[in-house]
């Protein structure tokens, strides 16, 4: 027996859920505000998705979860699973899941830097806090001095001692950006830390490294990235670009 297809809209509160009691073998997210993930009566999860993106399997209910952090509407299909729609209407969309999410407000950037210090290193830190209800994630990150130096980063569950300030979304044409908990942090020390190494390059003097994660590094709350010089004496510039992702 074929099931009639049905949209039925959905208003998440930041980070709640909303259940729909419906039946069917095929849904798809037709519009949201942000990523949401989709739950199906047996337990199975799937996201984040973004518009236009579903599944096909059989369900007896499905819970939608919003993963913005922030008020999320939208329009979800509900159909049986031979339902078709291949339809191509005058014009091809490419779902750009990174402008959603920095339309969300989910997506940061930041560069800082630390003047040289005589007989000292200095060390930078993106520090996501135990509290923060948030996975941080570092998508590139970048360095320079005007010396050359070498620089170790890595991952630590330790702060660094000095805290600057917090963070903004991306989303600069907000009439207020997003603050995110995400911190920066620094210290200058008599000797080179040493954290667990993510990679450690060479950069020579008036020259910016940058690299682009494949795969984004993933913060869980009570860990930090770090940038250590391994060079005394010499300043350094930083760059940064993350996203976070509510934990539920």
Same mark, same amino acid.
């Given at each position: ?68 952090? *922030?008020?999320?509407? +939208?329009?979800?299909? @509900? =159909?049986?699973?031979? !339902? $078709? ?64 130096? *070498?620089?170790?980063? +890595?991952?630590?569950? @330790? =702060?660094?001692?000095? !805290? $600057? ?84």
């Amino acid at each position: 027996m074929t099931r009639a297809a049905q949209i039925y809209d959905f208003t998440l509160a930041p980070g709640g859920s909303q259940v729909l009691n419906v039946t069917g073998g095929y849904y798809r997210i037709q519009t949201a505000s942000g990523p949401v993930r989709v739950t199906r009566d047996n337990g199975s999860r799937l996201g984040p998705l973004y518009a236009g993106q579903g599944e096909k399997q059989e369900f007896g209910r499905l819970i939608l979860t919003d993963l913005t952090g *922030l008020a999320n509407t +939208g329009l979800i299909l @509900v =159909a049986d699973d031979s !339902f $078709i729609d291949d339809r191509i209407t005058g014009e091809v969309s490419v779902i750009d899941g990174g402008r959603a999410l920095s339309l969300a407000g989910a997506c940061f950037q930041h560069g800082g830097g630390l003047n040289p210090s005589v007989g000292n290193y200095n060390n930078y830190q993106i520090w996501n806090p135990a509290n923060s209800g948030k996975r941080v994630y570092i998508e590139q990150v970048e360095v320079s001095s005007g010396t050359a130096s *070498l620089y170790y980063f +890595g991952m630590t569950n @330790v =702060a660094l001692t000095q !805290f $600057i300030a917090n963070l903004t979304s991306s989303n600069k044409n907000a009439s207020n950006p997003i603050a995110s908990l995400t911190e920066r942090r620094w210290d200058i020390l008599a000797s080179p830390m040493n954290p667990t190494l993510t990679m450690s390059p060479f950069v020579p003097a008036n020259t910016t490294y940058t690299r682009k994660f494949i795969e984004p590094l993933c913060l869980p709350p009570g860990y930090g990235f770090l940038y250590c010089q391994r060079v005394v004496n010499a300043d350094m510039t930083i760059g940064c670009e993350f996203r976070e992702e509510l934990i539920t």
